[in-house]
């Protein structure tokens, strides 16, 4: 077997099944690296749902969300697989928060659509809602749910259909960087690339760190449930939107930020605290949820959606890898540019997978790509880890 490529990716989650299915598709020999098999549960990308969204307090998402909902539809249209609804999505909180009030001005300066409304508003509109006297809600017509395994599928699917190789259960041991290729070492095989795709989610820092990149990278345990809810119906795309809630104070003081997505495929509705916030190693990663994260979750059921305090359906532990920022890394090597980094998604990134994969492609394909990705570079972060 010829063991030299156009191009090697590192990591299937969906940013790298994105960038192998762009870099396959544009005529380069891929082989990407998975060191579990395809769609696992270990690291950030597997599930039911995700949320995809234009509601951003930062205007440097705006582009990226555009061009993230054109990719997914072009996924789709070359698959044949319904990757991404549109169900409309709910932001609330104080009329006063910080963040509520940017979103909403970043929609306003971006001409999206949005309606601010009155918590009477939202519960005349979406009855399961319950908003405080001193909150606001802010909707969006445009938000949707992608189908998160389906989008992972699908992706690696076309880069094999387009030529692309993918090899399973198989963790790189070593990376050796030279003036304009790269070998990549597992346990039993040596390959060789004149470009690579570092994409590896919570395993990217000790990678990085053999490239002589010291990044703030940091895994974090987050929990998710799903719920059957006490009126199953009123949780279903087209009567529920996804909703985020803005700052959240609990009996500890500390600020939580909740989140749902309506049930898109049966199974059940699903629930979060973004950035829970606990620091794991991604190879011993507690994947049992908490008893008193799930009560923490119908304790604000009880407040905000009082229809949703039901016994829990199931429970699941994922990652994020978090930056200090919360902004994302995707840019080339400093020292070494047929070599592209997306790292640090730090729970937001899933939704822009699609885009993130065409930057990641165009950045060790041509040295560049069409979007303004000054806010996500390394260099904001990098020490020499040498």
Known sequence: MDRHYDAIVIGLGVMGSSAAWRLARNGQRVLALEQFELDHRNGSSYGSSRIIRYAYDHPAYIPLAHS???????LEAESGDQLLRIV????FGAADEDSLIATRDVLADSDMPYDWLTPAEVSARFPQFRLDE?????YQPDGG???ASRCVVAAARMALQHGATLQTGARVTAIEAHSDSVTVRTADESFSAA????SAGGWSGPLLRTLGLELPLQPTREQLFFFDTQDPEAFLPGRMPYFREHGSRHELNSLLHFYGIPNIDGCGFKASIHTNGEP????????SVDESVCETMRAFFRRHLPLADSPLKTGRVCLYTMTPDEHFIMDRHPEHGHIAIGAGFSGHGFKFGAAIGKILADLVSRGETDLDISLFALSRFATNGN
């Open 68 to 74: 993230a909902y054109t990719l997914w539809r072009e």
């Open 88 to 91: 409309g999505g709910l932001d």
């Open 134 to 138: 001193h909150m606001m809600g802010l």
């Open 145 to 147: 749910a992608l189908h």
């Open 195 to 198: 470009r690579l795709v570092i």
């Open 280 to 287: 794991t190693d991604p190879d011993n990663t507690l994947r």
